[in-house]
Structure formats: C-alpha cells, structure tokens
Antibody, heavy 121, light 110 residues
Framework: EVQLLESGGGLVQPGGSLRLSCAAS????????MAWVRQAPGKGLEWVSS????????YYADSLRGRFTISRDNSKNSLYLQMNSLTAEDTAVYFC??????????????WGQGTLVTVSS | QSALTQPRSVSGSPGQSVTISCTGT?????????VSWYQQHPGKAPKLMIY???KRPSGVPDRFSGSKSGNTASLTISGLQSDDESKYYC??????????FGGGTTLTVL
C-alpha cells in the first residue's frame, strides 16, 4: 500500500523559511514523479511543484519559482520542499502526491494527508 | 497561469446525473488532452477520478465520465449517490511545464 507522510509544517514568521518533508513507502520511489500541491484555508487546490524520478527535472508554478525548491532523496524515499521568504499568502495545507504512472508528473494519486504551514507574526 | 473556471456549486437528486464544467483557454484545456478531475471530501486528501480527459483509474466507478469540447472540459456523474457529495476540481496541463487547477465545484446530493 502506498503511503505518503508529510512533516515539517508549523508556525513561521513572515520572511522566514521552512522545509517540508514527505516520507514515501509502498512503491519504488525512484521511478515515480512526485509533487507538492497546496490548499489555503477554505480555498481551492494550487499546484506548487513537481519533480521527475528518473532525471530529477523540476517544475514550478510561475508565482513560486525562485522562492520554493523541490528536491528528493531516492536513497531515503523522501521528497522535500524548501520554502523561503514566506508570506501570509503561503499559509496553507501542503500535500505531497505521487505521480500516477512512472515519470509522468501531470497526474497525481495518491496524496498524503497534508501538513499545515502557517505564516504569521 | 490563471485558474480554470468551474461553477461554484451544482446539485442533483439521488439517481440523477450532473455535469460539472471546467473552462480554460486555448493555452491549457483547449490545447492539450491532459485534463484530470479530483474529488475531495471535507478534511481529506484529493483523489484522482479522471485523467487524460476521459480515462478512469482502476477502482473509480464507471458512473464517472469525462469529456472535452474546445476550451471546456466536463465531468459527468450519473446515478448520483450520497457518497458523491464532495468538492470536485479540474486540472489541466498549461504548457511550458505548468499545471493549473480549477477553483472547485461543490456537489450537493439533495
């Protein structure tokens, strides 16, 4: 059974940084693309970033490129999201999700339960 | 990239069919057959229901179907059941390695 467990969320001050982690199990991690999607309180889904498994090519939402960095450690079956220069608008639940088929990064399933990031002073 | 446009809410009675629209542009929905739909129950993680416009992942009932015409994709749920009551999001590839979601549609089963 595929399991995705996010961690690293919490309260951070505006301008601060945070690193999210996603521990994956139940599948051959290195052969699948992975993604981060966020959801602000009471709002819709917003794609944040994706990373392929094979060549680790990375993709970002235009509005977040330069502040957020996605990475993975295939030896640890882990996905990461480094978030810098955080603002209140980054407050959201951050979901980790597995690419559906091999290195295809366009479709995501399943998703983890998410970790809440709150940016506030 | 701008969010895809979905109706805020739709409703239907048990056994009926409902269709949720997802309107994009010629740069996303209209340009690629990479449209997907996700179901999200309150407080839960989203679940993939449709991909490649019309395909269903294994385990998704065939009551769920997808289609596309021009810049608008649609999700149709037939034989509505109480468990279908949820929020539904469309998603499309938008070129240059970008994905865009719709704003979400709340489905109420009356």
């Amino acid at each position: 059974e595929v399991q995705l467990l996010e961690s690293g969320g919490g309260l951070v001050q505006p301008g601060g940084s945070l690193r999210l982690s996603c521990a994956a199990s139940g599948f051959t991690f290195s052969t699948y693309a992975m993604a981060w999607v966020r959801q602000a309180p009471g709002k819709g889904l917003e794609w944040v970033s994706s990373i392929r498994g094979s060549d680790t090519n990375t993709y970002y939402a235009d509005s977040l490129r330069g502040r957020f960095t996605i990475s993975r450690d295939n030896s640890k079956n882990s996905l990461y999201l480094q978030m810098n220069s955080l603002t209140a608008e980054d407050t959201a639940v951050y979901f980790c999700a597995k690419g559906v088929s091999g290195d295809s990064w366009v479709y995501m399933d399943p998703w983890g339960q998410g970790t809440l990031v709150t940016v506030s002073s | 990239q701008s969010a895809l446009t979905q109706p805020r809410s739709v409703s239907g009675s048990p056994g009926q069919s409902v269709t949720i629209s997802c309107t994009g542009t010629s740069s996303d929905v209209g340009a690629y057959n990479y449209v997907s739909w996700y179901q999200q129950h309150p407080g839960k993680a989203p679940k993939l229901m449709i991909y490649d416009v019309t395909k269903r992942p294994s385990g998704v009932p065939d009551r769920f179907s997808g289609s596309k015409s021009g810049n608008t994709a649609s999700l149709t749920i037939s034989g509505l059941q109480s468990d279908d009551e949820s929020k539904y999001y469309c998603c499309s590839y938008a070129g240059t390695y970008l994905l865009v979601f719709g704003g979400g549609t709340t489905l109420t089963v009356l």
